[in-house]
């Protein structure tokens, strides 16, 4: 509707700019007053029995303007041209520099005013008795509704509002950012609109679509107006995931760990997004052209709407939306170090988004191929399933908190993508079962396989889950877990059921004992042991005493800090060479990708 913004307010009610200058309007009324007193003949002019000079420029001099047109002027009546984008968007970056942020009070005084306003409304209403007594109950509660004014920002005094035409130009271009993906160009748009016309400041996800419109020094001043307990808040989380997002960095993991379950049903689409994250790993503006090709695609807006999780890109996004390797921007910003931080953020991202788009693109079109009928909560299973798939754990009421998780826990979002992957089987719809059943199939089929393989080649497999080591390939004094974080739970499973556990060291080495001498909720407890972050990990052994296998805690702070601090990669391959020499740095390759590699001293014969 032309004037309206769609939010129930009319643009056209503020107080429009001038298309023209005024002191250039006033010039041309003078001058066609002029022209029309020269048609009256008037001294030195035309009159209407004098022969009119043919049309053309006169000799030596500039050409005749057209009709009703002052000399070098424009038509009055000449429509103005529309603002350009980037004039708009710079009126609109000028106008957030100068805003700031309402006090509290400011806004209740607001709020008061039109409760007043109601209230006098309301019994102006009562106070007419000609009206039906339904009638006066329903135009009362019309003078309830409506939301209490909440103008949170501020906006800088003596700066033109926008106008209806630069309010339309940024909006179309919020549409057109997002051809395929309504809901957020709805979100997107609604947003702006609050912004620029009621004084809103957007919602975090709301910045991050904005982000992608208008630019990065956009959503930079829009997170400058966020509340100080808000800043405070992101900061703190933001400082306490820095030893997570170093553990993950330095490697390309995503595909033999979180990528590992659609590896093997969806060997194309796996393989696919290898060049991708490679690409990635080197060039910023690589992954964004991969990120932006993929969110142009036509299906895209399906995969969003149904909520596919593709991890975003930039500083607009909220903690709890990044991926939770990753969950921390201060780790990028360490010297020397954060390069290889963000390098490897980059490649993660950029897998995991590019598997499952392209896995949840292809199994769309292969079941519209086939004649089937897709509905919109095929669609919605079929995204939780490859969210489950690739290590994004839905936490429901909690993800809000992931960046506490993340900070007391390794990992919470893959630990509960394990169990939800198994009970998509049971959770998903009919048609999207079946293509549960058939990865699931494959991942456990190709790791069977695996494992048989090598055994036949001589060596070393434990084939006992209640071992620490069950599932992992044994070569020398390293072993291999290429399960993608179902090891443990799967083990820890065996364990709390039987209450029986196999010695891995020590004297009794390879006996059956009871479950951690027997303890009630022995493996329970020590099954949170094993999946704490650094930190709270660290407290726990210092006040045990040992680490979680037994060992004294390290009297040296260097010691300490290495434990918690070195990425995963370089950990493992270190140990690797210093046990094994060259054997154990090629054994530690897999570990780049994604594979759990793990080096002790003495191990358990496997089958003994």
């Given amino acids: 509707a032309q004037g309206t913004l769609g939010l129930g307010g009319k643009i056209g009610a503020q107080e429009p700019v001038p298309l023209i200058d005024p002191a250039q309007v006033a010039e041309r009324q003078r001058l066609a007053q002029e022209a029309q007193a020269g048609q009256q003949g008037l001294p030195g002019t035309i009159s209407p029995q004098q022969d009119i000079p043919p049309s053309g420029p006169p000799a030596g001099g500039p050409p ?25 968007r710079t009126k609109l970056l000028t106008l957030l520099k100068g805003t700031v942020r309402n ?5 209740e005084k607001l709020r008061a005013a039109e409760r007043m306003r109601r209230g006098g409304a309301i019994e102006a209403i009562r106070g007419r008795p000609e009206l039906s007594a339904q009638s006066r109950f329903q135009m009362i509660r019309g003078a309830q509704r409506g939301e209490m004014p909440l103008e949170e920002l501020v906006f800088p005094r003596g700066m033109a509002p926008f106008t209806e035409a630069e309010g339309d130009v940024l909006g179309r271009a919020i549409f057109e950012k997002f051809p395929h993906r309504g809901q957020t160009a709805a979100n997107a748009y ?32 829009l997170l400058r107006l966020r509340s100080l307990p808000e800043k405070a808040w992101e900061n ?3 400082a306490i995931n820095i030893p997570r997002s170093l553990l993950s960095s330095f ?8 990528g590992a379950v659609l590896g093997p049903s969806h060997p194309t689409e796996w393989a696919g997004s290898f060049n991708p994250m490679l690409r990635a790993l080197t060039s910023e503006k690589r992954a964004l052209e991969f990120d932006s090709l993929m969110r142009a695609d036509a299906l895209f807006g399906a995969a969003d709407e149904a909520g596919l999780y593709t991890a975003p890109f ?33 490649a993660y991202v950029t897998f995991l988004n590019q598997l499952r788009f392209r896995v949840f693109k292809n199994t769309v079109r292969s079941w519209q191929r086939a004649g089937k009928e897709v509905t919109p909560r095929d669609m919605e299973t079929l995204a939780d399933f490859l969210n489950a798939a690739t290590g994004r754990g839905n936490l429901g009421a909690i993800a809000q908190y992931t960046p506490a998780l993340n900070a007391a826990f390794f990992s919470p979002r893959l630990q509960v993508s394990r169990v939800q992957s198994i009970t998509s089987l049971v959770t998903a719809t009919p048609l999207v079962r079946k293509e549960v059943a058939r990865s699931l199939l494959a991942f456990f089929g190709a790791g069977a396989t695996i494992l048989s393989l090598v055994k036949l080649s001589g060596n070393k497999v434990e084939t006992d889950p209640r071992s620490s080591l069950f599932g992992r390939i044994q070569v020398g ?3 291999l877990d290429f399960w993608g974080s179902f090891q443990p739970q799967a083990r820890y499973l065996a364990q709390f059921i039987t209450d029986e556990k196999k010695t891995l060291m020590g004297p009794r080495t390879g006996r059956i004992e009871p479950v951690y001498g027997g303890r009630v909720g022995g493996t329970a407890q020590r099954f949170v042991r094993t999946k704490l972050a650094p930190f ?3 407290t726990w052994d210092w006040l045990q005493g040992e680490n979680i296998i037994g060992e004294p805690v390290p009297e040296s702070v260097g010691k300490e800090f290495y434990d918690r601090l070195t990425p995963l990669f370089v950990r493992d391959l270190y140990e690797a060479v210093e046990e094994q020499g060259l054997t154990g740095a090629a054994l530690a390759v897999p570990g780049a990708f994604g594979v759990s590699v793990q080096t002790i001293p003495e191990l358990v014969p496997a089958g003994r």
Avoid: Y
């Fill in 477 to 479: 004094k390293t072993n």
């Fill in 103 to 107: 006090t509290r009070r400011e806004t």
């Fill in 251 to 258: 490697d390309v993991s995503a595909p033999l760990r979180q």
């Fill in 314 to 346: 930039g500083k607009g996004a909220e903690l709890s939306q990044l991926e939770e390797s990753f969950i921390s921007r201060m780790a990028e910003r360490i010297p020397l170090v954060g390069v290889g931080v963000k390098a490897s953020q980059r």
């Fill in 236 to 238: 703190v989380m933001d």
């Fill in 190 to 221: 609604e947003a702006f609109a609050g912004l620029v016309f009621q004084q809103r400041l957007p919602r975090r996800f709301e910045v991050r679509a904005l982000e992608e419109v208008f630019g990065k020094d956009v959503m930079q001043e």
């Fill in 64 to 88: 005749h303007p057209p009709a009703g047109v002052p000399p070098g002027g424009i038509p009055l009546d000449a429509p103005s041209p529309p603002p350009s984008f980037e004039d708009a």
């Fill in 536 to 538: 709270p990990a660290g």
